[in-house]
């Protein structure tokens, strides 16, 4: 196999693999409020919100130690590793107990009826667990440096040592760099509006399904439109990802009039989000809620803003993509750590108050956030080319 098609196999083996891990986790941290919630009046105690909570927390810590725990033991191990502990996390769903629901939240951040919900979660352990395998299917690159007929094995031994090291001084630059990138005017600005993609995941992944599904006026349905939910915040993200991502490179306009779709399309969610849904949704018990909205709750519209929030999603997440790609083209390893840092870290702290918080303070805390981090991104982007010229001429001294 040529080293180019080994290449693209490799790319169809990962995104294969993440698809099916992914696909089981996102399903499942969708529904677990809901889940747990049921479960709540048996032996089990605990909290959905308070697993994604811990499963945010810590992968922002560990986003700082990983990249020397992937140059000790490799990529496909790592990977392996990880899609271990997604898979356990999602066992546990099985038969759950909160010592171990709460462990395995933790070993993530690194790395209905009684049969229905074992049936379901039996599938969805399977589904990561095959993607998790197929990480063994990559084939390992063809070393660039071919060793000559004179080059004896004590060459080849000094050059696989120096290899490993050189892997653990990259791995300690970047931890130093991402320290020193994060005072910079750039960076904080555009923490801004990673925060704000932070909030907003943990409303669309996790709060929006179960406020759907606590509202007993959807009748008898409320329950499968979770499901439905899901689907078309999926449908949004990838009209959005397909949209603005992959046809980014002919964009004349910019990357703020994508942002300021983004936004504007967000706003209008939650605006008929706050009319639509009562105020009591999120923490309702496990008999839901029959509190009165400002309209009469439509199934409709609740699937409507379901799209609307994948479709704002989008925008934002392949527009900051972007511009970090642009700003810090020679070495972007810093400033994606960064990235999902903070994105992290807020959605770990949007989990823990999603326990406590009504929605329209949760409305109200995400419209802030937003508002503030458009405008820092305008300014970024306003002030992106010379940003760059700058670094370039700093480089060449």
């Not at 294969?16 to 409020?33: D, I, L, P, S």
């Not at 502990?85 to 951040?109: C, D, E, K, L, R």
């Not at 990480?135 to 390992?140: D, S």
């Amino acid at each position: 196999m040529s080293p180019e098609s080994k290449k693209l196999f490799n790319i169809i083996i990962l995104g294969v693999a993440f698809m099916f891990m992914f696909t089981a986790f996102q399903t499942c941290g969708n529904v677990a409020q809901t889940v747990i919630r049921s479960l709540n009046s048996t032996d089990f105690h605990g909290s959905g919100y308070t697993s994604m909570a811990i499963i945010y927390g810590v992968f922002s810590a560990s986003n700082l130690i990983t990249p020397s725990v992937v140059a000790i033991v490799g990529p496909q191990l790592s990977m392996f590793a990880s899609g271990l502990f997604y898979s356990m996390y999602i066992a546990v769903f099985i038969q759950p107990f909160p010592w171990s629901f709460y462990t395995a939240s933790v070993f993530i951040g690194i790395a209905a009826a009684e049969s229905d919900r074992r049936t379901v979660f039996i599938a969805l352990t399977v589904i990561s667990l095959v993607g998790t395998v197929l990480f063994f299917l990559i084939r390992k690159p063809d070393s660039e440096n071919i060793l000559g007929e004179d080059e004896s094995s004590d060459d080849q031994d000094m050059e696989v040592n120096e290899s490993a090291q050189n892997n653990l001084t990259k791995a300690l630059d970047a931890f130093k760099k991402s320290f020193k990138l994060c005072v910079t005017k750039e960076m904080l600005l555009l923490s801004i509006t990673t925060a704000y993609t932070g909030l907003e995941l943990t409303f669309f992944s996790g709060v929006y399904g179960t406020c759907i599904g606590a509202i007993n006026k959807f009748g008898a349905e409320e329950k499968s439109l979770i499901g439905l939910s899901g689907i078309f915040i999926g449908i949004g993200e990838i009209l959005g990802g397909s949209l603005f991502g992959l046809l980014s490179k002919n964009n004349r306009f910019g990357r703020n009039p994508v942002v300021l779709l983004g936004i504007l399309v967000h706003f209008i969610a939650f605006y008929l989000i706050f009319l639509n849904m009562p105020g009591d949704a999120p923490i309702a018990p496990v008999k839901g809620t029959d509190s009165s909205a400002y309209i009469k709750s439509s199934k409709e519209v609740a699937i409507l803003c379901s799209f609307l929030l994948g479709l704002g999603d989008s925008c934002f997440n392949t527009q900051l993509l972007s511009i970090l790609g642009f700003l810090y083209s020679e070495d972007s390893a810093p400033a994606f750590a960064i990235f999902k840092f903070v994105q992290s870290i807020c959605a770990a702290v949007a989990f823990f108050y999603s326990n406590y918080l009504l929605l329209h303070w949760q409305l109200l805390v995400m419209v802030i956030f937003g508002f503030f981090g458009t405008i820092s991104f305008f300014t970024v982007e306003w002030e992106a080319a010379a940003f760059v010229a700058r670094s370039s001429d700093y480089r060449s001294i």
